[in-house]
Structure formats: structure tokens, C-alpha cells
């Protein structure tokens, strides 16, 4: 159940793990835009293009710069209506604009702002994070699978046991053809009884069994397989 | 002669009008001791009237146990059995290869070779297998478990095996059966080519054939044969 219990929350971390890669994608994206045009803005401008020498001077460029990395960054994140909250919460751009969108948009712009190489880097760590939950994950999913196949392996070892000890019985019903454990992936395990045809008294037979097996959750199907050929012809 | 796996294989003591009337099986695949070479299928093929089920005795009977393999035109004698059982365990007989009848053997032809045979090593659960029937041709099935004390007519004689492979028809993919009558003796094989058991019979109405186990097969075949022969 524990085992059960942690690989719910894993999932959980799993897609946790999957929105901010979607986020940092989205982000990573839009910053590859606004950069292209914040230096196209860069290159056509001289005050902003040309390094200066002076350090009081080069600050400001430096400053200026920043601002306009941040107007781009506010022009494609108001296009994309790219509002940083709805991103977060839905892991997609909203569909229509609406005044409530402004805060969200602006933290977009300051983000994208950052540039693309930033959220490339961002990028990488969210995906070995990722990366690392899917396999946690996977290791989770595998221990509860053993776990449970080795419930049933038990539960199986058991109906074989019982099998065994009333088989001689079984034997001695007319028509009796053979009998076979199954498991089924609901966990349920059950034995099936074969017959040439159906016997007259097979309920008393049945009661018999089921009393023999009544600590365990284990059906009883009656199967007809009137004949075995030998295939030598 | 050439012997391929999915050959028919008949005692010559099965006297018969024509050759369809002939009691046959199959030639599962070869089995080697030193020089001796054995061929490797079900004693139900291979039987024949005054031969016993129970207690099989090739000194008593070497008439009897002369075995031929059908070349296409005729049953061409081969060798004989030389060891023969039917107990609660398996329905299998080794047949010893004569040098004098100018039988070719090529290893690599008769693909199912029991001396290089694995054990199975874990659960077959929906694994499909496939079978080297009548005339080496391959079909596939679906392992689906096993089944105990399986009841078998033999010459209006009942029998049961303690524990049997059951196959269930590979209906997705393939319409034809999985085996047919006269294919007794082919080996089945999983999909990474190991051994896990031998032909023996099927309950056709609803279509699930029966196969000799591998673990009952090298059991037999090793205490007939006093070494470990198989692994």
C-alpha cells in the first residue's frame, strides 16, 4: 500500500516535472524572439550599438540596452499573451486578452528578458530534473509491479498446494479431464476444472472444495473439453 | 537421405494398405552420445501392436521396433527405438539411427538439437511460440499455462500425464491451427529459439493443444541415457 501510495505521488512529481519543462520551452521560445528583435533595435541604433569607453557612459548604454531587451520582451510576451500566472497554472499562452492578463504579461517580459541563452541553460537542468522523476518513477512502477507479482506468485504457490491435496479426489469424479491454475490481472487467481461432460453431483463437489479452500480468494470454473486427441495420426 | 525436423516418422511394423493409413508423427529434432545418434519424438508415433505402453523392451521386440522416415515416395527404414516410455511424465521414445542404412545427418538442417537445448528460464505467460510441423513448415501459438492430469485415449486405453504445456491458437495473426493431426513429436520453441517442450496431442474443440513439458523431457531423456546429458 506505502509502495502504492509513493508511486502516486511520483506521478504527480512526474507531471509537475513535464509543466515546467512546457513552461521553460515556452519561455526559452519567446526570449529567442525578442532577443532577434532587441538586436535588430541593437544594430540600427549607434548610442546602443557602440561600446564606449568611458565607464559612466557604457552603464548607461548598458541600462539602455537592458530597457530595450525588456520592451521587446513586452511586445512579443503582449502578442503571444504569453501571462506568466496562466502559463504556470495551465502550461499553455492564454487565448484572449483581457486586462488581467497585464501583471502576468510584464513578469513575462522581465523573464524573457533574461535571454536565450539563460533559458537554455534552464532548459537542460529542467529536463535532467525531469528526466531523473521519469526514471524514479519507473523504478517505483517496477518495485510495486514485483511486489504485486510476487503477491500472486505466493497466492499461486498456495492454490498449487491445495490443488495437489485434493486432486486425488478430483480424480475420482466421473469425467474429470484435468484441472489448471490461472491467474487473471485483476490479482484474482482461480482453478479450472475440466470434464468430458458435466457429472451428476459436481455441486456437492464444488461445496466440498470451496469449504477445503475457505481462507482463500480462489474461484472454481467448470470448463467441458469433451475429448484429447493424441496428434500422432 | 536427408532428415529434416518435421519429417513423418512411422514404425515399418504398422503394415497398412496405403501410406495414409500409417500410424506417423514427427521428427522433432536429433539428440547425440558420442557417435550414437538419437531421433527425438513421441512413443505414440512410433508404437505399434505388441509393443507395450507400460513397459517398453527393445531386446524383447527388435522386430518391432524398426522405425522408417517418409522420404516423400515411401517410408525409408531409418533405425529403431531404442528407448521408449508413457508414464504419468512423458510419451517419448529416442530412436537410434542405423549406420548401415546411409542416413545423413547434418546438424545444422535439423535445427532442434536437444544436446544444446536451455531450460526455460522464466515465465512464459502470453509468450507465442511456434512449432516446425509436417514438412518443416513453421506456426505460431500462445503458451497459456499448464495443465494437470490430462486425460488421453490410447488404443481404448485412458491415460493421464501429471502435467502438460497448453497452447491456445494464435487467433490474431494466423487462422490456421497450431498443429494438426500427424505433428505429435515437433518440438516448440519460444521466440528466442529455446526448447520447451514436445507436441503430444490437442482438445480441438476448444482449440488448446497439449505439449510435453521440457523439464519432463530431459528428466526421461537424461535417466535413460545415465548422464546429464541435457542441461
Sequence with gaps: ?233 | MEIKAGMKISNMNNLRTSTETRKYGVVGGLLFRGEDQFLVTCYHCVWCDGLSWDSFNNEQNIEKTKVGIFDGDWYQLIGHIEYAVRDEFADLALIKIDKEQNVEIIEQNLLNCLNHAKPPERDYSDTILNIRGVNGRCKFGIFSGYQNRVKFEYEQEEHSFSELITISQNGIFFDEPFAVKGESGSFIKCGTDEIIGILLGADEENKTFFALPYQAIKNTINQWLNQDIIS
Excluded at chain 1, 29 to 36: D, F, G, P, V
Excluded at chain 1, 139 to 168: F, G, H, L, M, W
Design chain 1, 1 to 233: 500500500m506505502f509502495s502504492l501510495l509513493l508511486f502516486q505521488n511520483s506521478v504527480a512529481n512526474l507531471q509537475t516535472a513535464d509543466l515546467w519543462v512546457t513552461v521553460v520551452v515556452i519561455l526559452f521560445t519567446l526570449s529567442l524572439i525578442a532577443e532577434r528583435i532587441a538586436n535588430l533595435i541593437k544594430l540600427h541604433i549607434p548610442s546602443l550599438r557602440e561600446k564606449y569607453q568611458d565607464t559612466t557612459r557604457e552603464k548607461i548604454r548598458e541600462r539602455r540596452v537592458i530597457w530595450v531587451a525588456v520592451g521587446c520582451g513586452l511586445v512579443v510576451a503582449s502578442i503571444a499573451k504569453a501571462d506568466f500566472f496562466h502559463l504556470v497554472n495551465h502550461g499553455d499562452l492564454s487565448e484572449t486578452y483581457d486586462p488581467k492578463l497585464v501583471p502576468g504579461i510584464i513578469l513575462t517580459a522581465f523573464f524573457i528578458s533574461l535571454g536565450s541563452k539563460f533559458w537554455h541553460d534552464m532548459l537542460d537542468i529542467v529536463m535532467q530534473f525531469s528526466n531523473l522523476k521519469k526514471y524514479q518513477a519507473m523504478n517505483q512502477y517496477e518495485e510495486v509491479e514485483k511486489t504485486k507479482s510476487s503477491i500472486q506468485q505466493s497466492n499461486r504457490k498456495n492454490i498449487q498446494d491445495i490443488a495437489k491435496s485434493i486432486s486425488p479426489r478430483l480424480q475420482d469424479i466421473p469425467h474429470f479431464n484435468g484441472y489448471k491454475i490461472v491467474s487473471y490481472q485483476s490479482g484474482n487467481n482461480a482453478i479450472q476444472l475440466f470434464f468430458t461432460q458435466l457429472p451428476e453431483k459436481i455441486e456437492e463437489e464444488l461445496v466440498w472444495m470451496k469449504d477445503k479452500m475457505k481462507n482463500e480468494r480462489i474461484e472454481i470454473e467448470v470448463l467441458i473439453a469433451p475429448k484429447n486427441e493424441l496428434y500422432g495420426n
